[in-house]
């Protein structure tokens, strides 16, 4: 008993060594997948929300959030229409839309991004064309198999869980491709406003003094909705409605008295619910070399680099830090079901859908419900002072899926008559719109605006002025403009469809290059994770940022990561949430805003203010806060 006794320790220790040595060889490696693990985590932590996605709908917030985002297609249609021998037109461009939206509105575990035709597209699609066209290729088949691809590509990222390399994007990439995305959208309303002249003189300067007319319109709307001029449903009305009825107006504007005898180009279409050539709307993709089926992968593989992080970027802007969701986030099933349109988009010769920027984070930010809090740690005549801080946003499909609706209804031939009807000149000044909101709100403005500051007016509490190396910012906006000069200058050549290659490249400058030359300090300041860790939490959350636990909330009313609770009971006409809080008590709610990163609160919204949200300009977003 006593030699059983002498032996057990031993024994025990012997178990303990052999069970760590098991562990270690058992632990995984980083070259180890587990397959399909983020689409179904994804699944699981969105399905419970699903139903109050479509219960939380009913309010006033949806109905605005659906109108602006049609237009923007109109506009790249009338691009691809003119670079692509009218190969995509109106009703190609309108039906993609419809597709991403439809797909991602019932389907998608982000259904607060909108999918449609972008900028980057555009590019991409008359990019294969010039070089597909002259070998005598079947352009719609070989845009077909570069979809069928291009799918499966996206599948294979899905299920290998790809996705988790979103955690190193942050507002550097997002800033740089945002900034490119806003210089594409001038560019495309210069080159509208080019075309006027094959009209005559009156014809291009009249399209000149319209589409100016258009931006200035479109741009003071929206400084009357952040201003404190007019009742506050007037200043909401002007903001949200503003942008369409400039189109509206300025469509009649140019048949007003001497005007109407010149001659202007309008936005071409076609046959209602038909495609502009005429063929049908299932492509003989079997009607090519095979060669070419071939030749069709590497454009498929740039495609997937373009999609992979233009569609990733959305989302994360989508669902920025300034927004204060409820509802998780899944990266992994999105890029899934984005494989899928692109497929299908390649089968019905359609522009690809991808998410669009800066049109997603307007959609959400359009969606923010508003509260009036009152600062007590004031004194003297300020004390009491209120403002309007965004409560929550109303996290729902309706408004993605109207969208869609609405889009198919303008198909129709009456509408398609009404679009007919629009001056390109118009359309170049909405060109321009999206331009400017998409510049204004950026990092790269926002630090260049602080450069071109007076140092004396500058307040020393700007989280920029608190750099101790000064030089920091010019190095790192000089890098910004760098990565952004490359890239659209590559755009302006026959090597453009390589264009996705240089913007993936950023994300691991960001990561590996940078830090040899700026100091984690200074990067906190100058960079930052574009998106909260619990929206990240798909991804396995920011790079170098420990993640909370933050599945804590159980009710659609209570945020993840606070114990408050938040009221319900909307004034739904105005956007605002019924009731006044404290601005103390809205400060416990910060660590959800993105502060998990340990900055304190102050320097936290000092610091969104100046790193802007990569194409949602902070003007925009702080519209609906101001009384």
């Given at each position: 008993m006593r030699l059983a006794s002498s032996l057990l320790p031993a024994h025990h220790d012997s178990n303990e060594t052999h069970s760590r040595q098991l562990s270690a060889v058992q632990a995984p490696t980083w070259w180890k997948i587990n397959l399909f693990r983020g689409m179904a985590n994804d699944i699981k932590r969105r399905a419970p929300y699903y139903w109050s996605d479509w219960k939380d709908a009913w309010d006033y917030r949806v109905v605005p959030a659906t109108v602006y985002i049609i237009l923007p297609a109109l506009a790249f249609s009338?691009?691809?229409?003119?670079?692509?021998?009218?190969?995509?037109?109106?009703?190609?461009?309108?039906?993609?839309?419809?597709?991403?939206?439809?797909?991602?509105?019932?389907?998608?575990?982000?259904?607060?991004?909108?999918?449609?035709?972008?900028?980057?597209?555009?590019?991409?699609?008359?990019?294969?064309?010039?070089?597909?066209?002259?070998?005598?290729?079947?352009?719609?088949?070989?845009?077909?198999?570069?979809?069928?691809?291009?799918?499966?590509?996206?599948?294979?990222l899905a299920i290998t869980n790809a996705c988790n390399?979103?955690?190193?994007?942050?507002?550097?990439?997002?800033?740089?491709?945002?900034?490119?995305?806003?210089?594409?959208?001038?560019?495309?309303?210069?080159?509208?406003?080019?075309?006027?002249?094959?009209?005559?003189?009156?014809?291009?300067?009249?399209?000149?003094?319209?589409?100016?007319?258009?931006?200035?319109?479109?741009?003071?709307?929206?400084?009357?909705?952040?201003?404190?001029?007019?009742?506050?449903?007037?200043?909401?009305?002007?903001?949200?409605?503003?942008?369409?009825?400039?189109?509206?107006?300025?469509?009649?504007?140019?048949?007003?008295?001497?005007?109407?005898?010149?001659?202007?180009?309008?936005?071409?279409?076609?046959?209602?619910?038909?495609?502009?050539?005429?063929?049908?709307?299932?492509?003989?993709?079997?009607?090519i070399d095979v060669g070419d089926v071939f030749i069709a992968m590497p454009f498929a593989i740039l495609l997937t680099i373009l999609f992979y992080f233009d569609h990733n970027v959305s989302a994360l802007i989508a669902q920025g830090t300034e927004f204060p969701l409820r509802k998780p986030a899944g990266f992994h099933w999105d890029i899934f079901l984005l494989g899928l349109t692109t497929g299908v988009a390649g089968l019905l010769g359609i522009p690809f859908p991808n998410g669009l920027i800066p049109q997603a984070p307007f959609h959400t930010n359009s969606l923010c419900v508003t509260r009036q809090v009152t600062d007590e740690s004031e004194t003297g005549a300020e004390k009491g002072h209120t403002t309007r801080v965004v409560d929550h946003v109303v996290e729902q499909r309706v408004s993605n899926l109207a969208q869609g609706l609405l889009t198919l209804g303008t198909m129709?031939?009456?509408?398609?008559?009404?679009?007919?009807?629009?001056?390109?000149?118009?359309?170049?000044?909405?060109?321009?719109?999206?331009?400017?909101?998409?510049?204004?709100?950026?990092?790269?403005?926002?630090?260049?605006?602080?450069?071109?500051?007076?140092?004396?007016?500058?307040?020393?509490?700007?989280?920029?002025?608190?750099?101790?190396?000064?030089?920091?910012?010019?190095?790192?906006?000089?890098?910004?403009?760098?990565?952004?000069?490359?890239?659209?200058?590559?755009?302006?050549?026959?090597?453009?469809?390589?264009?996705?290659?240089?913007?993936?490249?950023?994300?691991?400058?960001?990561?590996?290059?940078?830090?040899?030359?700026?100091?984690?300090?200074?990067?906190?300041?100058?960079?930052?994770?574009?998106?909260?860790?619990?929206?990240?939490?798909?991804?396995?959350?920011?790079?170098?940022?420990?993640?909370?636990?933050?599945?804590?909330?159980?009710?659609?009313?209570?945020?993840?990561?606070?114990?408050?609770?938040?009221?319900?009971?909307?004034?739904?006409?105005?956007?605002e949430a019924a009731g006044e809080l404290k601005l103390n008590d809205l400060h416990q709610r910060s660590s959800f805003r993105g502060e998990s990163n340990g900055m304190g609160r102050d320097d936290y919204e000092l610091q969104q203010q100046h790193l802007g949200s990569g194409g949602l300009s902070h003007r925009s977003r702080s519209r609906s806060a101001q009384a």
């Open positions: 009338l691009d691809m229409f003119a670079k692509t021998a009218s190969s995509f037109g109106v009703n190609e461009v309108l039906l993609a839309s419809v597709l991403g939206s439809v797909v991602f509105s019932i389907f998608a575990c982000q259904p607060l991004v909108i999918v449609g035709v972008t900028g980057p597209i555009t590019v991409f699609n008359y990019t294969v064309y010039d070089i597909i066209t002259p070998r005598g290729t079947n352009y719609f088949a070989f845009m077909c198999w570069i979809g069928l691809w291009s799918m499966l590509m996206h599948w294979g390399g979103v955690t190193y994007v942050t507002r550097f990439s997002c800033d740089i491709f945002g900034f490119y995305v806003a210089f594409i959208y001038l560019q495309k309303g210069i080159q509208v406003l080019t075309r006027q002249w094959a009209n005559g003189e009156p014809a291009a300067y009249l399209s000149i003094t319209v589409a100016l007319l258009v931006l200035g319109a479109a741009y003071l709307c929206g400084v009357i909705g952040g201003s404190t001029l007019f009742q506050r449903y007037v200043r909401k009305f002007i903001e949200d409605y503003g942008t369409p009825l400039t189109i509206v107006f300025f469509t009649g504007f140019v048949h007003i008295g001497r005007m109407q005898a010149v001659e202007l180009e309008t936005l071409p279409t076609s046959k209602a619910f038909f495609p502009t050539q005429d063929r049908g709307w299932f492509i003989h993709f079997w009607d129709s031939g009456p509408l398609l008559i009404v679009l007919h009807l629009i001056p390109q000149g118009v359309l170049a000044g909405l060109f321009f719109v999206m331009g400017v909101q998409a510049l204004e709100g950026n990092g790269i403005t926002l630090k260049m605006v602080y450069l071109a500051k007076d140092r004396s007016l500058t307040a020393a509490s700007h989280p920029l002025s608190r750099l101790q190396r000064k030089a920091a910012v010019w190095y790192f906006v000089a890098l910004e403009l760098v990565g952004f000069g490359a890239t659209f200058a590559i755009t302006q050549t026959i090597a453009a469809i390589g264009f996705p290659v240089f913007i993936l490249l950023l994300i691991p400058v960001r990561t590996f290059l940078l830090p040899k030359y700026f100091t984690r300090d200074e990067l906190s300041i100058l960079d930052a994770p574009t998106a909260s860790p619990f929206t990240m939490e798909s991804v396995g959350g920011n790079y170098g940022e420990e993640v909370d636990n933050l599945h804590g909330a159980t009710s659609n009313n209570e945020r993840p990561g606070s114990s408050v609770r938040l009221a319900e009971d909307d004034s739904t006409e105005r956007g």
